[in-house]
């Protein structure tokens, strides 16, 4: 993927916990977040990765969350193979801490951390070890106009961890039903 010196400016199109797109204003990015199974016993949701030259598809998601009944925690699936516990997935950083601040080991085996209003500016911060910004996820300004097809919420990679976008959106997806359902 070509460097264009500006991050990936994902917008959330509808804000919602229940399913949503997520394009890059610059057309470089699009996932989709998409409920696939609801009953009394969990829901599911799929994110695929639809964005144009790869091998986007609707058959094969890039990471499956699983939650289970009273929209407690459930899994996260990666690979097929592969089901791990949310509570394994997104880890508190203390014992004493939020359950709005986890951290998580991301596809490239390097740990990220998650903050609720960590930043003045940012409704959710992700941080790496040394503290540096990947990515943050921003609700609707104050005052700002409301659009058609836009909720007007954005999540923000930095442009050298747009490889990293499918495991920031699926690990933020976790963190605001977290806070949805004060878990």
């Known amino acids: 993927m070509p460097n264009f010196g500006m991050p ?28 696939t199974a609801r009953d ?5 949701y799929m994110i695929y990765n639809t964005t144009r030259g790869t091998e986007a598809s609707f058959t094969k998601p890039i990471a ?16 097929p193979q592969v089901n ?8 508190k950083t203390s014992t004493l801490g939020s359950s709005k601040d986890r951290k998580f080991v991301a596809s490239d085996g390097q ?10 500016d940012q409704e ?11 990515a943050y996820y921003n609700l609707k300004p104050a ?21 990293l976008a499918g495991d920031m959106l ?5 963190m605001r039903h977290i806070a949805a359902y004060n878990i």
């Open 8 to 35: 990936y400016f994902l917008e959330d199109k509808t804000g919602k916990l229940t399913g949503s797109e997520f394009d890059d204003m610059h057309d470089r990015m699009h996932f989709v977040y998409r409920c």
């Open 40 to 44: 009394s016993t969990r829901t599911a």
């Open 64 to 79: 499956a969350l699983d939650f289970g009944p009273g929209n407690s925690l459930g899994s996260i699936c990666f690979d």
């Open 84 to 91: 791990i516990p949310m509570k394994k997935y997104l880890t």
């Open 111 to 120: 740990e990220y951390r998650w903050r609720w209003r960590y930043k003045e």
């Open 124 to 134: 959710w911060t992700c941080t790496n070890g040394r503290d540096y910004l990947i």
């Open 143 to 163: 005052g700002e106009p409301e659009y058609e097809n836009s909720a007007g919420c954005m999540l923000t990679v930095e442009e050298p961890y747009g490889n």
């Open 170 to 174: 699926a690990s933020l997806m976790i």
